[in-house]
């Protein structure tokens, strides 16, 4: 089992940052990608960005230039710093892992979300 554990929302203006984390723990062997998906109230749940783990990262359109996503491979912990932040930004933002716990297992686990509300 893998446990991956998200943190860093909260409240912000338009324009300003917020930095999330999400700390992956439990039977890693290895970690295929790890990303960051959002979901607002009524909408799916889409894609934010996402990192594999040969380095290529995707971001969605909506936070491209202003969204970073960064890895700490010694401590398997994702991060993803939001900078000139909007009021559509606004959602339920969970972390997800493909995670390969052996040679032959790989199963995919998602966080149990933290709330980012970007308001004046």
């Known amino acids: 089992q893998v446990q991956l554990v998200g943190s860093g929302g909260g409240l912000a203006q338009p324009g300003g940052s917020l930095r999330l984390s999400c700390e992956a723990s439990?039977?890693?062997?290895?970690?295929?990608?790890m990303g960051w998906y959002r979901q607002a109230p009524g909408k799916q749940r889409d894609l934010v960005a996402r990192?594999?783990?040969?380095?290529?990262?995707d971001y969605a359109d909506s936070v491209k230039g202003r969204f970073t996503i960064l890895r700490d491979y010694s401590e398997n912990t994702l991060y993803l710093q939001m900078n000139s932040l909007k009021p559509e930004d606004t959602a339920v933002y969970y972390c997800?892992?493909?995670?390969?716990?052996?040679?032959?297992?790989?199963?995919?686990?998602w966080g149990q979300g933290t709330q980012v509300t970007v308001s004046s």
């Open positions: 997800n892992a493909d995670v390969m716990e052996s040679a032959t297992t790989v199963r995919n686990y």
């Open positions: 439990g039977s890693i062997f290895s970690i295929i990608q």
């Open positions: 990192r594999t783990r040969g380095g290529s990262i």
